[in-house]
């Protein structure tokens, strides 16, 4: 690879460490000071649960996982807004895409990925913004298990599974609204060492 493709990829890694710096702007209607909800904490987690439900949906699981991940990359530079925030700010998320993907390799196929995204036409599309719905119900059961009341007002009904394409991401979204956080270490604990 030549120094200017390596300078350009380095430069492009650095922004992305910049993911563990941006605060999900939720927060400011929950109330809420979590440094651990950042940008970068809500990528992985969201690339996973994609994952999972591209294999149970039985669609491409690679391109829901890049999807996953390529989903805020824009954030880096323009911060996050909030449902709120959306309503009076204009991203220029596609130049702002571009202008971090094109110097890069493969930058046509992530771009091409990032755009079919944004559309959501495929079922990868639409199960990788499940992947990303899905994971903002996990956050708020966390939130709410803390005793954060404005997190439990929004878990209430099915405003967030109406949103939901995949019968999977629907079916944990209404289990996970039922279950403790905490409760998948129920039976891991124990006071003897091994």
């Given at each position: ?84 925030n959306k309503k009076y700010v204009k991203v220029f998320e596609e130049e702002i895409r ?43 059961c966390e939130y709410r298990w803390q005793g954060n009341k404005e ?44």
């Amino acid at each position: 690879m030549k120094s200017d493709k390596i300078k350009k990829l380095t430069y492009f890694f650095f922004e992305l460490g910049t993911l563990r710096k941006v605060i999900r702007s939720h927060q400011q209607y929950f109330f809420t000071n979590d440094l651990t909800d950042n940008i970068s904490s809500h990528s992985f987690r969201t690339a996973l649960i994609g994952y999972f439900l591209a294999k149970e949906e039985k669609v491409d699981s690679n391109k829901v996982i890049k999807m996953c991940l390529l989903h805020d990359l824009e954030e880096s530079r323009s911060g996050d807004q909030n449902w709120v925030n959306k309503k009076y700010v204009k991203v220029f998320e596609e130049e702002i895409r571009k202008e971090q993907l094109l110097s890069l390799a493969d930058s046509q196929e992530l771009l091409k990925l990032s755009q079919e995204y944004s559309e959501r036409k495929t079922k990868e599309a639409k199960i990788a913004k499940d992947a990303d719905l899905l994971d903002q119900i996990f956050i708020l059961c966390e939130y709410r298990w803390q005793g954060n009341k404005e997190a439990a007002w929004w878990l209430e009904g099915e405003e967030q599974e109406k949103l939901m394409f995949s019968k999977t991401a629907k079916r944990i979204a209404k289990l996970a609204k039922k279950q403790r956080p905490s409760e998948w270490w129920d039976n891991l604990w124990t006071n003897k060492r091994r």
